[in-house]
Nanobody, 126 residues
Framework: QVQLVESGGGLVQAGGSLRLSCAASGRTFSSYAMGWFRQAPGKEREFVAA????????YHADSVKGRFTISRDNAKNTVYLQMNSLKPEDTAVYYC???????????????????WGQGTQVTVSS
């Protein structure tokens, strides 16, 4: 089982930037893919970005492509989400998640992720 703790959320004006971090423990971090998802009030959880176990493959939702970048530092057991040019519609609780299996290439499907963090609130004001 993996324990995940997100940080870095907050209130930012439209056009601003934030970097989310997710620290992992309990399983060899460099062996599994990671993902970021978000859920806005009254909406379903949606995929944001994912990264393979090695960091060699990245996936970003169309809605964030060119503005958000996922990365990982296996030496620090941490995955990041750099968010630039933020928009009010990016307001949501952001969750990081760990792939159920080892050596995955990454996935956009929440069902493939077995461990989730508690979430961090991102609020973008207009």
């Amino acid at each position: 089982q993996v324990q995940l703790v997100e940080s870095g959320g907050g209130l930012v004006q439209a056009g601003g930037s934030l970097r989310l971090s997710c620290a992992a423990s309990g399983r060899t971090f460099s062996s599994y893919a990671m993902g970021w998802f978000r859920q806005a009030p009254g909406k379903e959880r949606e995929f944001v970005a994912a990264i393979s176990w090695s960091g060699g493959r990245l996936y970003h939702a169309d809605s964030v492509k060119g503005r958000f970048t996922i990365s990982r530092d296996n030496a620090k057991n941490t995955v990041y989400l750099q968010m630039n040019s933020l928009k009010p519609e990016d307001t949501a609780v952001y969750y990081c998640a760990a792939d159920r299996l080892d050596y995955g290439l990454g996935s956009t499907d929440a069902a493939d992720f077995g461990s989730w963090g508690q979430g961090t609130q991102v609020t973008v004001s207009s």
